[in-house]
Every structure is written in structure tokens, then in C-alpha cells.
């Protein structure tokens, strides 16, 4: 079994920063794309950056500028640095991978979701 464990969300002012983790454990062979989803209240699920895994990135334009992603394969772990955060901004940030689990399967997998406020 694949797990996704986010964390670093919080509480944050406007213009603010923070750096979200995602750790990937268990039966893993390799990891390709990774990347980084929000859900705010009332709206779908968007894509918010995505990297491959030789470290091509592409991000949203909401957050071009101000996000970035990064992702350290030995320790099977990708990154999100949020800067100059806005209320906007607020939402549940999930956790992407496509991760091959076996010789012939792959799928993408799903973290639990980190909770980032940013109010004043």
C-alpha cells in the first residue's frame, strides 16, 4: 500500500508564507509526476502545480510567482513553498502521485489533505 502524508498547513496572515511537505511510503517502486491540488469551500478540486520526475514544474497562474514546488526523490518527497500568501489562497491542499507500486501498475494516490487559512 501507497501513503500520502501532507503537513505544514496552517494559519497564516495575508503576504505570508508557508512550506507544505508530502512524504510517499510504502510498496513503491518509482515515482513520476507529483504535484499539489486545494479545494476551497464551494469550488472543485484544482490543479495548483505538478512537477515531473526530473523537475520540470508547471504551476497555475494564480499562483505563478509565489508558489513553488520542489521534490527530493531519495527521500521520496515533494514540496510546496507558498509565498506572499492571500485570502484566496485559502483551501484544502492535497497531495499528488502517480507512483508505480509493481512491475505493471501504476495509479496516483492521494494524501489526506492540509488544512491553509490565510486571514488577518
Known amino acids: 500500500q501507497v501513503r500520502l502524508v501532507e503537513s505544514g498547513g496552517g494559519l497564516v496572515q495575508p503576504g505570508g508564507s508557508l512550506r507544505l511537505s508530502c512524504a510517499a511510503s510504502g510498496t513503491i517502486f518509482s515515482i513520476n509526476a507529483m504535484g499539489w491540488y486545494r479545494q476551497a469551500p464551494g469550488k472543485q478540486r484544482e490543479l495548483v502545480t505538478s512537477?515531473?520526475?526530473?523537475?520540470?514544474?508547471t504551476y497555475a497562474d494564480s499562483v505563478k510567482g509565489r508558489f513553488t514546488i520542489s521534490r527530493d526523490n531519495a527521500k521520496r518527497t515533494v514540496y510546496l513553498e507558498m509565498n506572499s500568501l492571500k485570502p484566496e489562497d485559502t483551501a484544502v491542499y492535497y497531495c499528488?502521485?502517480?507512483?508505480?507500486?509493481?512491475?505493471?501498475?501504476?495509479?496516483?494516490?492521494w494524501g489526506q489533505g492540509t488544512q491553509v487559512t490565510v486571514s488577518s
Open positions: 499528488n502521485a502517480d507512483v508505480t507500486t509493481s512491475r505493471w501498475i501504476s495509479r496516483g494516490y
Open positions: 512537477t515531473t520526475s526530473g523537475g520540470i514544474a
